[in-house]
């Protein structure tokens, strides 16, 4: 846990819930690869925004969205779930 959400400075974070965020938001959209050991979000059939480079998996655009070396749920945890 970092000093900085202990003592109250910044909000909890979590991979896993970020990840878990992003693939409700995406639905069908969403991508996930594993390359290099890091957990890469992409979402299919999107223009990249500016600054990013042109992106294809299996011939249909993706846009990158999140990487993480983890999605495993941290100490910080706020178990993020979506609405029912």
């Keep these: 846990m970092s000093m900085a959400y202990e003592m109250g400075l910044r909000g909890p974070r979590c991979n896993g819930c970020k990840f878990a965020q992003?693939?409700?938001?995406?639905?069908d959209k969403f991508?996930?690869?594993v390359e290099g050991g890091w957990h890469s979000v992409y979402e299919w059939d999107a223009e990249p925004v500016s600054g990013q480079s042109k992106l294809e998996h299996k011939g249909r655009p993706i846009r990158f969205r999140a990487s993480f070396m983890s999605i495993g749920h941290s100490d910080e945890c706020y178990h993020w779930r979506p609405r029912a």
């Design 31 to 33: 991508l996930h690869l």
């Design 22 to 27: 992003l693939k409700h938001k995406l639905d």
